[in-house]
């Protein structure tokens, strides 16, 4: 029988054999799967808008393994990797049969191991399915799943599986927490010694930990290095170069941003591989920086929060709950940006606002800052002093309680309530009680995150803005305005912006061409101070979380110089202020209305400009009295009554200085009778005859 005929007979059987065979392998590879399911173990990640990492949460097993792609790595690397481990991997199927037939020769040659023949396959196989020994049959077992892994994936596939599960040592798996831990950065962009450090750790990443066994790293890293497949990757004298670079000698931490945000979002979606927020990472690591660094400076048990927001977008772009997450003394675990608190006097601006609105007052209206009674109740300033006749602008800088309790007066609290329910914001106020004049100086309660929603209307120019809670995927491209009417006309908004960017920094900050305003609660419980330019607004408060006091402490002395620093470190460039919409205007008070250069209260309780102080009147050192002073201190000179400002005389000579408060001093030149006189900005005058002893 010829071959011809031979092969003629036998090749259906041959064709039957190998289909057998194929049909046979289909079948086991069906009913044993590789346990691909299992590299879908990752860490929880907290991203910022941009998918830059904020914070990580460790896989179910306790392991960092964040999840990696081709396209999240220095294409350098990827170079050197596959050049040192694997450099027919672009062609094999799973294994290499000549590296696998060069390990088989050197095995038998030198009756020991000289050269692995695994494939980058054959390793994710390794890394998703361990096994405890090196054994013919767990090696036999790998290939087969090495099959069964470059059926399924692509190359780039099987390439994210490996930079993923890779070992670094510790508890750190795959390339991304590798390259955080111990160079500090992602692994986008490498240098020479970086990717070949990160390419030699894999193989015995106990062994060659860099925080404990530099030098068996570096003899590691030097061995990649001196591959000639990789010199050829990375170019001539490259490898000299990156040896002379030193090997990281401790580990650092993953990135820890945005605590309370990333806890409350895993809460609220526990089974979601990464959580989408609208915060920005620069933005909210030098706010953590300011809260820090202020907190050292304020003392224990105090905490800070710190809300930053996108005044035309509502994006919450930064955010910090506390100074430290883990800092009990502080109670750091509370979320201090959601909890109502007093707010002290950063409601006045919309007061005056309102006032502004309605033609009550204009800049340079003079009112009254003199004790008053409203019904029984009677508001004090903070430093229980009063400044007699001020205007609008002054009052509203000052922050004087009186002014603005008159203006609420005005305009009415249930006004002001219905305006912030516009901004969508819901102030708390007591049990069982309507709104009245003691919520323009903090009687309700009202969370940070709320206040700076309030002033992100007045930073809108008084269109209201919806904040976000943090949560999404990145910054809306529509405004999220609040549908309805405005919080307050685009000029009523100005004429308040125009005031408060004209306050003073606190003493050491520079000036940053914003807008602020600072409040303190009764009892020195919290100091507030929110901030805005043409387009972001800050919020920060300051106090202790179980509602302790805390003795001297004061919006303008603790909270407005952390708003500024917050805005300086914030990485954000300041935003000019908006001009003044068409018409609005900022008049001298000789070119005001008659009705507007002087804001008064009628007994009707319509606003009136002919009511009249009192004439001044001295009640401190009164009439006739015999003062002893014995080393001839300076004598507390007091009045009551008349406007300010106040020109005080001795014996016919005028004191130094212009006084717009009603507590002044005289240091008398000799023993003996002396006249003090006062005149007010009026012209009128009142005087007393004193013996000093």
Do not use: C
């Not at 050197?80 to 000549?98: K, N, Q, S, T």
């Not at 309370?260 to 690591?285: N, Y």
């Not at 009254?368 to 609008?392: C, H, L, T, W």
């Amino acid at each position: 029988m010829s071959i011809w005929r031979k092969i003629a007979i036998t090749m259906p059987a041959g064709v039957l054999l190998a289909a057998v065979v194929v049909i046979g392998l289909d079948a086991a590879d069906k009913a044993f799967p590789p346990p691909l399911d299992r590299a879908g173990l990752t860490s929880t990640e907290v991203l910022d808008a941009d998918g830059r990492l904020l914070r990580a949460f460790a896989a179910p097993d306790g392991r960092w393994r964040l999840r990696t792609t081709v396209a999240d790595v220095d294409p350098q690397f990827l170079k050197m990797l596959i050049a040192y481990e694997d450099r027919r991997f672009r062609e094999h199927h799973g294994v290499d049969p000549l590296a696998l037939g060069r390990a088989s020769l050197q095995f038998f040659t030198n009756g020991r191991i000289v050269s692995g023949a695994s494939t980058l396959s054959m390793q994710v196989a390794r890394l998703i399915e361990p096994r405890e020994n090196r054994s013919i049959p767990a090696k036999l077992l790998q290939i087969a799943r090495a099959l069964q892994i470059e059926r399924r994936l692509s190359k780039d596939e099987i390439l994210d599986l490996y930079l993923t599960h890779a070992p670094y040592g510790g508890n750190l798996e795959g390339i991304r927490a590798a390259s955080l831990a111990w160079f500090g950065k992602e692994p986008n962009r490498l240098t020479v010694g970086e990717a070949a450090l990160l390419v030699a750790l894999p193989q015995l990443p106990e062994k060659r930990r860099p925080d404990r066994y530099p030098e068996a790293a570096e003899s590691a890293r030097e061995r990649v290095l001196n591959r000639a497949a990789v010199a050829r990757v990375i170019g001539e004298g490259e490898a000299v170069r990156a040896a002379m670079t030193a090997v990281p000698t401790r580990r650092l931490q993953l990135p820890s941003h945005a605590a309370h945000l990333a806890e409350a979002a895993r809460r609220r979606d526990p089974r979601a591989s990464d959580h989408h927020t609208t915060l920005k990472r620069e933005v909210q690591k030098g706010l953590e920086a300011v809260a820090r660094d202020a907190a050292a400076r304020l003392g224990p048990k105090l905490s800070i929060a710190i809300v930053m927001a996108d005044a035309r977008t509502g994006a919450i772009i930064g955010e910090v709950g506390s100074a430290g997450y883990f800092d009990a003394g502080r109670s750091g675990w509370i979320d201090m940006t959601r909890v109502k608190r007093s707010p002290g006097s950063t409601l006045k601006p919309f007061i005056y606002g309102l006032a502004f609105e309605e033609g009550l007052v204009a800049q340079e209206t003079i009112i009254e800052d003199r004790p008053a009674d409203f019904f029984g109740y009677r508001p004090k300033n903070f430093d229980m002093s009063y400044q007699g006749d001020v205007s609008i602008r002054q009052a509203l800088q000052l922050s004087l309680n009186v002014p603005a309790v008159r203006l609420l007066d005005a305009v009415g609290p249930t006004r002001l309530m219905v305006r912030f329910r516009r901004a969508g914001v819901h102030p708390a106020l007591p049990p069982h009680e309507a709104p009245g004049l003691a919520i323009g100086l903090g009687g309700v309660g009202i969370t940070l995150k709320d206040l700076v929603q309030l002033y992100a209307g007045l930073a809108n120019r008084g269109l209201p803005v919806r904040l976000g809670n943090g949560n999404g995927n990145g910054i809306a491209e529509t405004p999220t305005q609040i549908e309805g009417e405005a919080l307050l006309e685009p000029s009523a908004v100005w004429q308040v912006s125009d005031i408060l960017s004209g306050v003073l920094p606190p003493q050491g900050s520079r000036h940053l061409g914003i807008a602020y305003k600072t409040g303190t609660s009764y009892g020195y419980r919290d100091a507030w101070s929110v901030g805005y330019d043409g387009r972001h607004v800050i919020g920060v408060w300051i106090g202790r979380p179980d509602n302790g006091a805390i003795p001297g402490l004061s919006g303008y002395t603790a909270a407005a110089p952390v708003l500024f620093e917050a805005f300086a470190k914030s990485g954000v460039a300041i935003a000019p202020m908006p001009s003044p919409p068409p018409g609005t205007l900022r008049l001298a008070r000789h070119d005001l209305p008659v009705g507007q250069r002087r804001f008064a209260r009628t007994e009707s309780g319509l606003p009136s400009a002919s009511t009249r102080e009192a004439a001044p009147r001295i009640v401190y050192p009164p009439e006739g009295a015999r003062v002893e002073l014995g080393t001839l201190a300076p004598l507390a000179l007091k009045l009551q009554g008349g406007r300010a400002p106040f020109r005080w005389l001795a014996n016919g000579k005028p004191l130094p200085e212009l006084s717009r408060r009603r507590v002044s001093e005289w240091r008398p030149d000799g023993r003996g009778f002396s006249t003090l006189t006062v005149i007010d900005a009026a012209g009128r005058a009142a005087s007393v005859r004193v013996f000093i002893e």
